[in-house]
């Protein structure tokens, strides 16, 4: 018997650095799934967290662009990965807040199978036409629109993406009617911006900037409540007549639901310390993103909120997915 005692501890002594190993988080690589295409601000934004998580933990943070049906595929795939803290999600509101009101049938729930990290950013979007439409502001734009009702076309990047809704939204309350053309990625967008084949599109403000800075569009309007810093000249859609109008969009971090608690804060807590430190926050307030910080209790609140909110637009918009 004082054999076996011995045997058991020196089992116990030995496998102990094991199980502690085990347990240790991370201890390989970590994918973070964007579901979008590279060069959006999901991407620009998961790029500087994997950064920044390779640098604190010494183990590999890789990107993975997984674009399709507006972020359905991305969001399912990580939804049903193994609760471990290797598998994020980049989160974005026409997956997570959209899409259940969108579709009838989804192969995954937002709200059940997901476990809410940390909202890291949020951006405005500005209203732009390209410089040929004779439009310099928001009634401008109305009273053109309501002189060639279905002529204007606008682009978004899909059929139910906050672009989508909220333009559908803006022609709801002003009267008007447009032509939706809807892209797989915003680099095509741009382009058939610039060269004049669409005339309306709204771009979050990261984008914005450097086409404004070039004069290849005229900005009308931001999606804010108040004016954005870095676009200073240019004015709410909110007091130039559509009261209270606003629509941002964010960019957050998710694990699939069951993810231990701890691994959600570990990850919390080092994507606020590192991405959210002075150095960083300064960079992408610069580049058009307002900070949040918001934490999984109040990142899970935050989701319940948009996703009654865009419910009652794709109501009263009548919205069908194809």
Known sequence: MQHSATACLLALLLCGPCVAAEQAYPSRIIRIVVPFTPGGPQDVNARLIGQKLT?????????????????????????????????????????????????????????????PVILVTQTASVFVVHPSVPAKNISELVALAKTKPGRLIYGTSGIGSTGHLTIELFSTLTGITMTHVPYKGASQAISDMIA????????????????????????????????????????????????????????????????????????HDEIARRVLAPEERDKLIREGYEISGLGPDQYAAFLRAETAKWAKVIKAGNVKAE
């Open 55 to 115: 640098e604190a933990w010494g183990q590999p943070v890789v990107v993975e662009n997984r674009a399709a049906a507006g972020g359905i595929v991305a969001t399912e795939y990580v939804s049903k990965a193994a609760p471990d803290g290797y598998t994020l999600l980049m989160g974005n509101p026409t997956p997570l807040t959209i899409a259940p009101s969108l579709y009838d049938k989804l192969g995954y729930d937002p709200q059940r199978q997901f476990a």
């Open 196 to 267: 004049g084949q669409i005339d309306l599109r709204m771009f979050p403000i990261p984008v914005t900037i450097p086409l404004l800075r070039d004069k290849r569009v005229r900005p009308l309007g931001v999606t804010s409540l108040q004016r954005f810093p870095l676009l200073p000249d240019v004015p709410t859609i909110a007091e130039q007549g559509l009261l209270g109008f606003e629509s941002t969009n964010w960019n957050g971090i998710l694990a699939p639901a069951g993810t231990p608690r701890e691994i959600v804060m570990k990850l």
